[in-house]
Every structure is written in C-alpha cells, then in structure tokens.
C-alpha cells in the first residue's frame, strides 16, 4: 500500500507562484509514475502533470511553460511548481501515484485558489 500526502495549497492572486508537494510513503518502490490531477467546483478531475522515474514529463497543454513538475525518487516525493497562475487554475489539486501494475493511488488533496 502506498500512502500520498500533499502539502503546499493556498491562496495566491493572479500571476502569482505556489508548489505543491506531494510525499509517499508504505510500498512506494514500486512506483513509476507520478503526477497531478485537479478539479475545479462542479468540473470533472482534469490531468495536470506527470513524471516517469526515468524522468519524462507531460503536460495539460493549458500549464505548459507556466507549471513544471519535478520529482526526488530518494525521497519518494514530487513537485508542481505552478508560476503566472490564473483563476482558471483554482481547483483542489490530487497527487497520484502509479505502480508497475498500472494501480493508481492518491493523495487528499490540496486546495489552490487564484484570485483575480
């Protein structure tokens, strides 16, 4: 089992910076994939980001150039660097975590509002 916790949500106004943090611990050796959905009040989950272990990323072509993510295998962790945000943006921010038998676990959450 691997358990994700977030942190580093908060309020910011628009064209403001903010990271997110997300930190796994229990069975995370198992881990390949690593990233970040986010849903908006009264919206579906929307994928934001994600990092393989080797490094690779993707993103939601509306973050790109303005999010990066970024990931510490040693310490199991990874990281959304969100700069020039929009309100657009605002939304509770999940980290997932994806295993070699393509299982995904997920974090609580962490709210990001941008205020315009």
């Known amino acids: 089992q691997v358990q994700l916790v977030e942190s580093g949500g908060g309020t910011v106004q628009a064209g403001g910076s903010l990271r997110v943090s997300c930190a796994a611990s229990?069975?995370?050796?198992?881990?390949?994939?690593m990233g970040w959905y986010r849903q908006a009040p009264g919206k579906q989950r929307q994928w934001v980001a994600a990092?393989?272990?080797?490094?690779?990323?993707n993103y939601l072509d509306s973050v790109k150039g303005r999010f990066t993510i970024s990931r510490d295998t040693a310490k199991n962790s990874v990281y959304l660097q969100m700069n020039s945000l929009k309100p657009e943006d605002t939304g509770v921010y999940y980290c997932?975590?994806?295993?070699?038998?393509?299982?995904?676990?997920w974090g609580q959450g962490t709210q990001v509002t941008v205020s315009s």
């Open positions: 997932y975590a994806e295993n070699s038998l393509a299982y995904v676990h």
């Open positions: 229990g069975s995370s050796f198992s881990i390949n994939v």
């Open positions: 990092i393989t272990g080797g490094g690779s990323t």
